[in-house]
């Protein structure tokens, strides 16, 4: 099973949309990493995502790209939700993209590969993906591969 991890896409500010859906910047950075992911034939299948605008908007560009039909909003994906809790309810089966924010993706990606949130180990994008790879016979996962907008 892969795990994709996505930090949702640049947001416009509050005072502009009270909700934070996407900016044009982040509806860009967010096609050109799902289509550079198409491109790579990355296979997911299903999305989960926060619930906040901006998550699903990243989610569901992902899913019009990678024709991901199962797209839900689901609980444990909010900025400060504890990731021990997310992490023991991941199931190795079918590839799975969470959308969500910082700092949960990043300290997610801690807890899975490290087994602790006090270390961090990738820095996200907004609108990059993180694939991790289950470890055979482990808790752990590894880091397999990353697509992030910026470069450099």
């Known amino acids: 099973m892969a795990l994709y991890l996505v930090q949702h896409g640049k947001n416009l500010s509050r005072d502009i949309d009270p909700e934070q859906g996407l900016s044009e910047e982040g ?3 967010v096609t ?3 289509e550079t992911a198409r491109h790579y034939h990355v296979l997911v299948g299903a999305i989960a995502h926060s619930g906040k605008k901006r998550a ?3 989610a569901e560009i992902f899913s019009d790209h990678l024709g991901v039909k199962q797209i839900d909003a ?3 994906l909010q900025p400060l939700d504890d990731v021990a809790e997310k992490a023991g ?3 190795t089966g079918q590839n799975l993209m969470l959308v969500g924010h910082l700092p949960f993706m990043e300290r997610l990606t801690a807890y ?3 087994g602790s949130t006090e270390y961090t180990v990738f820095k996200f994008q907004n609108g990059g993906i993180v694939c991790l790879d289950a470890l055979p ?3 752990r996962w590894t880091i397999k591969w990353a697509l992030m907008p910026k470069v450099g």
């Open 27 to 29: 509806v860009a950075q």
């Open 32 to 34: 050109r990493v799902a």
């Open 56 to 58: 699903r908007q990243t």
């Open 74 to 76: 689901v609980k444990g």
């Open 89 to 91: 309810s991941l199931h």
């Open 112 to 114: 899975l590969t490290t």
């Open 137 to 139: 016979d482990s808790t």
